[in-house]
């Protein structure tokens, strides 16, 4: 049964530090989306990428949010440096035409 | 504009009963697809049911169905048979696979009633 994977699943940090967050896409899919989610704004989409190349990343603020997918098999999103306001449940969803899923999320929380 | 509209905060339904959970787009994309996920309290988001633009009959999956109404922008889920566990967060959203972009509702919390 291909899932996406994310890690890790739940990250404390303090202000200021780096961090990355990695999701695996199921094999196939040519299409990988981040995502944010908060009680205030909902689903926030920061970055996607199709066939490995980043098509959108306006979603992302720029100065310290980067997303990359260095193979087929990983993409990663690194903020730096983190602060609270970024606290949030990241996910990375992959798929194609018809069908998008979701991964379990990462849970983030900057102190 | 708003582009996936889901006037529903929250909905009550009997267990068993059907309940229609309402969503209607802005798009001018001739090509999109239509997706319903559900959002559990343990916060994944499931895939449930899939409509692309083209598609001419109303897409289904188990319990779950999809009232497409192209002319009126509309893709309503329709949950048959309400369990106690599809009480969750719903979310609909739509892909303009023109431009790429996946966008998302602001959900419908759905409780089902013993």
Same mark, same amino acid.
């Given at each position: 049964d291909a899932r996406v994977t994310q890690t890790p699943r739940h990250k404390v940090t303090e202000m200021g530090q780096e961090v990355t967050m990695r999701c695996q896409p199921i094999l196939g899919h040519n299409t990988v989306f981040w995502y944010r989610q908060t009680m205030m704004q909902g689903l926030e989409l920061l970055a996607y990428f199709r066939n490995r190349?980043?098509?959108?990343d306006s979603g992302m603020p720029k100065d310290r949010f980067s997303a990359e997918m260095p193979d087929a098999t990983l993409a990663t999103l690194k903020i730096q440096p983190s602060e609270p306001r970024?606290?949030?449940?990241y996910f990375c969803a992959s798929g194609?035409?018809?069908s998008t899923f979701f991964g379990p999320g990462t849970r983030l929380t900057v102190l | 504009a708003q582009k996936i509209t889901q006037t529903q905060p929250g909905m009550f339904v009997q267990e068993k009963e059907a309940v229609t959970l309402d969503c209607t787009?802005?798009?001018?994309?001739? /090509?999109y697809g239509l997706f319903w996920y559900k959002q559990p309290s343990s916060g994944e988001m499931i895939f449930l049911i899939y409509q692309g633009s083209y598609d001419e009959q109303n897409a289904t999956e188990g319990r779950y169905s999809l009232n497409f109404q192209k002319a009126r922008k509309s893709a309503n889920l329709v949950i048959s048979?309400?369990?106690l566990g599809? /009480?969750?967060?719903?979310f609909c959203a739509m892909r303009e696979y023109t431009g790429n972009q996946f966008y998302f509702?602001?959900?419908?919390?759905l409780t089902v009633i013993p």
């Amino acid at each position: 049964d291909a899932r996406v994977t994310q890690t890790p699943r739940h990250k404390v940090t303090e202000m200021g530090q780096e961090v990355t967050m990695r999701c695996q896409p199921i094999l196939g899919h040519n299409t990988v989306f981040w995502y944010r989610q908060t009680m205030m704004q909902g689903l926030e989409l920061l970055a996607y990428f199709r066939n490995r190349a980043p098509l959108d990343d306006s979603g992302m603020p720029k100065d310290r949010f980067s997303a990359e997918m260095p193979d087929a098999t990983l993409a990663t999103l690194k903020i730096q440096p983190s602060e609270p306001r970024d606290s949030a449940v990241y996910f990375c969803a992959s798929g194609y035409t018809g069908s998008t899923f979701f991964g379990p999320g990462t849970r983030l929380t900057v102190l | 504009a708003q582009k996936i509209t889901q006037t529903q905060p929250g909905m009550f339904v009997q267990e068993k009963e059907a309940v229609t959970l309402d969503c209607t787009y802005d798009t001018s994309d001739q /090509s999109y697809g239509l997706f319903w996920y559900k959002q559990p309290s343990s916060g994944e988001m499931i895939f449930l049911i899939y409509q692309g633009s083209y598609d001419e009959q109303n897409a289904t999956e188990g319990r779950y169905s999809l009232n497409f109404q192209k002319a009126r922008k509309s893709a309503n889920l329709v949950i048959s048979a309400s369990q106690l566990g599809d /009480s969750a967060m719903y979310f609909c959203a739509m892909r303009e696979y023109t431009g790429n972009q996946f966008y998302f509702g602001t959900g419908t919390s759905l409780t089902v009633i013993p």
